[in-house]
């Protein structure tokens, strides 16, 4: 039977289980990737497992998001991360050498292998047809170890891509309208294959850009095929070896499908404080624009620098206005660089910062009260910058160059009216140098390393099992799509907390909710009541650690985010889901609910829970496999994996 590329790569990676959509499936990984933020802690989970060295074939280390360093924080993590690389033979890519995803895509993606990466935008390896997961820190800490990734299997959803994109329209004009016609809900459950003739319009870079911000749908992942133009990336990065074609069979079936002819896009824009409030550019046309800042996670690569180099080449940034570039990486920098891009920018005024993740996950670059900020970034939930009441848009590198120009939101098609569209095209030979990635040690020379822990870095909680009846006050009512930014903030202030959990719990809700930690601490047990696609956004497992060292033991929404929900049960928070969503108006902040034998209810394989609340009973579903019952049951993974007799005989439910 003919298949989709989705299936063919699943298949071949399918370690357990049957690729029908919905039930769990494990699968082998080849590669894992780590940042800085999520790092420090999925490395001590690795640590705590007891293995010698990574099981992977390629397991990477990025220092990318905690480059602030205002005290010993960040740089003692920093000296952590580089001897736990060393120690275990993970290769390490240094602050200042680039974005994990950048990076990654450059050095070390290859087609058709499966990654597994602490970071939700892990999918921007879809740039060269990886099938690239985000998930949980303790999920890639097992992956790392040589486990498989279990997750419920996607439908593959194939859009249909035809025509090629007018000049002033770019990749990210095409998933701001993946956003706008389906949602941050719409990709939920699902991998989104992209196939037809107009996928060889796009290069491998501008494939990353849409591959990044599926994350944003709520997808799996994304994937495209490895073609010619996948190839030609790969050449020019050195690495023409790695290159094998891989597309989906002639007269492939999908689950579902969409379809987007290139030619009929337009320039388009986010408005706050979600990615799928997607307008076109002309409709905000005028708007006063204060910042704008190119680059980060996503349209950090070369051509997305270069389009706003040229497009300011000669020209001022408005007066009143503030434009930031962010490389994605040293590469990106020193190519820009040799092609003239980097005089061009400074020329034209603007603020050109290291390769980093900076503004996009609020480290630094927050803009000022009532600004608005036109970002390439792929989020803008509310406060993710830094700043309350924040004014994010997300546009594409033309968009945000135009407003840099005119000082107000401009449709970049008007800049034809000044110039031809600069039309970038990537290097057919990229300048190279990895001397800011630190290569494995060989394993004799590894195990002599001594791993280096600051006084932030805190060990790992203790977590009780669930009991037999569970008694909670609902501590926080929230609404629909809350971010994981919502309940776990970013930032400046909180990140450098990231393996420090005591501290950061103290920071769980805060712009939602600033009493919600006190509460929660005075109240324990504790359950929190969210509405549709509870947990969106980054993979950051520390949004279901710290509010269970905070006493959460329940989470009952309409629905929840897939890696939300992963890291939920690994941290011993029972995710339930309302049977009749019309319960969720019943619950009020400071009930008391009750779940009589919900352990035994667990055991049995119960997936309907019922739940007291006052003299009434609701129902609600427990949608989840039986390892993860297990793991629940044990108060969470790590003790799940560390309980005598697990590990050895049923390694994380393998057997
Ligand atoms: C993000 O874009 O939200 C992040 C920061 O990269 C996160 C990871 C984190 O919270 O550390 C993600 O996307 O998973």
């Not at 600004?371 to 997300?394: A, I």
């Amino acid at each position: 039977m003919a298949k989709n590329l989705a299936t063919k790569i699943l298949e071949a990676h399918l370690v357990k289980g049957e690729l029908i959509p919905g039930t769990e499936i494990a699968i082998k990984i080849d590669q894992t990737l780590l940042q800085d933020a999520t790092g420090t802690m999925a490395m001590l989970e690795f640590m705590a497992m007891g293995v010698d060295r990574v099981k992977v074939e390629l397991a990477a280390q990025y220092i990318d998001h905690n480059l602030l360093q205002t005290d010993n924080k960040n740089a003692d993590d920093h000296i952590f991360l580089m001897t736990a690389a060393e120690r275990y033979g993970i290769h390490l890519s240094k602050p200042g050498n680039g974005v994990s995803h950048q990076v990654h895509l450059e050095r070390f993606g290859v087609p058709g292998k499966v990654m597994l990466g602490a970071d939700s935008h892990t999918p921007s390896a879809a740039g060269v047809s990886m099938l690239a997961i985000g998930a949980g820190g303790l999920d890639v800490a097992l992956a790392m170890a040589g486990h498989p990734f279990y997750l419920p299997c996607p439908k593959i959803w194939g859009i249909k891509l035809t025509g090629a994109l007018q000049p002033w329209v770019s990749a990210k004009d095409l998933i701001l309208e993946m956003l706008r016609r389906h949602s941050v809900k719409g990709g939920v459950g699902r991998i989104v294959e992209y196939y037809g003739d107009g996928v060889k319009t796009l290069s491998a870079t501008d494939r990353a850009v849409i591959g990044n911000m599926g994350a944003e749908l709520g997808a799996t992942t994304s994937i495209f095929p490895s073609d010619e133009r996948t190839k030609e990336f790969l050449e020019a990065q050195g690495r023409g070896e790695c290159w094998t074609p891989l597309e989906a069979d002639a007269g492939a079936l999908y689950d579902e499908y969409d379809e987007i002819d290139l030619s009929t896009l337009e320039p388009l824009i986010a408005k706050p404080t979600s990615p799928d409030n997607v307008v076109p550019v002309r409709e905000l046309a005028g708007l006063k624009v204060d910042q704008v800042l190119v680059g980060s996670s996503a349209n950090s690569a070369f051509r997305d620098l270069m389009s706003a180099c040229r497009i300011l080449e000669g020209r001022k940034v408005a007066p009143h206005l503030s434009f930031n570039v962010n490389p994605g990486s040293r590469q990106v920098i020193e190519n820009v660089a040799a092609e003239g891009g980097f005089l061009m920018l400074l020329q034209a005024g603007a603020q050109v910062h290291q390769p980093g993740c900076l503004g996009c996950i609020g480290m630094g670059q927050a803009p000022g009260t009532g600004h608005v900020s036109l970002r390439t970034f792929p989020r803008n939930f509310p406060g993710r910058s830094g700043t309350k009441g924040d004014q994010v848009y997300l546009c594409s590198p033309e968009t945000a160059a135009a407003a840099g120009i005119f000082g107000v939101v401009t449709d970049p098609r008007e800049l034809g009216r000044l110039m031809e569209y600069p039309n970038v095209q990537n290097p057919s030979k990229y300048l190279l140098d990895d001397s800011s990635i630190i290569f494995p040690l060989p394993a004799a020379e590894a195990e002599k390393v001594e791993i280096i822990t600051g006084p932030n870095i805190l060990p790992f909680p203790d977590f009780s099992e669930l009991p037999e009846n569970l008694s909670v006050e609902v501590i926080l009512k929230a609404g629909d799509n809350i971010s994981t930014d919502g309940i776990m903030p970013a930032g400046s202030k909180v990140l450098p907390f990231r393996s420090n959990i005591p501290a950061i719990s103290q920071f769980v809700f805060e712009q939602i909710d600033p009493g919600f930690a006190a509460r929660a601490m005075a109240n324990q047990p504790g359950a929190v009541i969210g509405g549709d696609n509870y947990g969106q956004g980054s993979s950051r497992e520390h949004a279901a650690l710290a509010p269970r060292y905070l006493g959460i033991r329940l989470k009952i929404a309409k629905s929840f985010a897939r890696i939300h929900k992963a890291n939920l049960v690994n941290f011993g928070i029972v995710p339930l889901v309302f049977k009749d969503p019309a319960d969720y108006d019943l619950l009020q902040q400071g009930d008391r609910l009750l779940v009589p034998h919900l352990r035994t209810m667990i055991v049995r394989g119960a997936t309907v829970i019922p739940v007291e609340v006052g003299e009434r009973t609701f129902l609600t579903i427990l949608d989840i496999s039986d390892r993860q019952r297990r793991e629940l049951l044990s108060g969470g993974t790590l003790n799940y994996v560390r309980t005598a007799g697990n590990w050895e005989e049923d390694p994380h439910g393998c057997l």
